[in-house]
């Protein structure tokens, strides 16, 4: 049998613990139950995470990579702002989709009163989408592809709630519909929205 390296464990503790905490919910996560689900001891765990506190913290950093790899991917595909943007929400949507557990732990009130590391770095994450949203929205709205009245920082806080709304209601209602394409449809009614008056001041 191949020992697993360092690194090799700890993304396999994460993975686990990013799967317990949409099994079991957030705040009931322990290090005995991802001990158990990788098949080592508590101070095995406590080896490459010292505490619970550090282990989220690191699920934190990873989740934050993983967003901030996406968002990259999603501003590169498209040559138009309009398209950045749909292509941002739905590279937000493909990550909560493929780790479903995302929106609980973003929103457990325990963890963010028990471990403000984790609360910091979440609410950093949110800032640093808000700016990328306003960014492209700015964009469009500088080409007249969208309502020149158009606040960036008010439309990008709208298409996060869209996405947060969203992904709560895809939780709370037991994923009972196909998230991606729901998130793709309300984005384009949203974008309609945006782009309004751009549209009658080119028909007049």
Known sequence: MVRKT???????????????????????????????AVGLTQPGIFRHFPTKTVLWQAVAADIADRLQAAWGEAQASSATPEGRIVALVDAQ???????PAIPAILFSRELRVEND???QSFVGLMTAFHGILAGELAA?????TVRQDLDPADGAVL?????????????????GFALRPEG?????????????SAIEGKQS
């Open 117 to 119: 590391v984790l609360r």
């Open 184 to 196: 793709a449809r309300l984005l384009t009614v949203q974008m309609a929205l945006f782009l309004g």
């Open 159 to 175: 298409l996060i709630s869209l996405v947060q709304g969203l992904a709560m209601r895809w939780s709370l209602g037991g994923r």
């Open 140 to 144: 469009a709205r500088d080409a007249g």
């Open 93 to 99: 949507l493909a990550l909560i989709e493929a780790n």
């Open 6 to 36: 360092a690194d090799e464990r700890k993304d396999e503790i994460l993975r686990a613990a990013l799967r317990l905490a949409d099994e079991l919910g957030p705040d009931r996560l322990t290090t005995n139950a991802v001990a158990e």
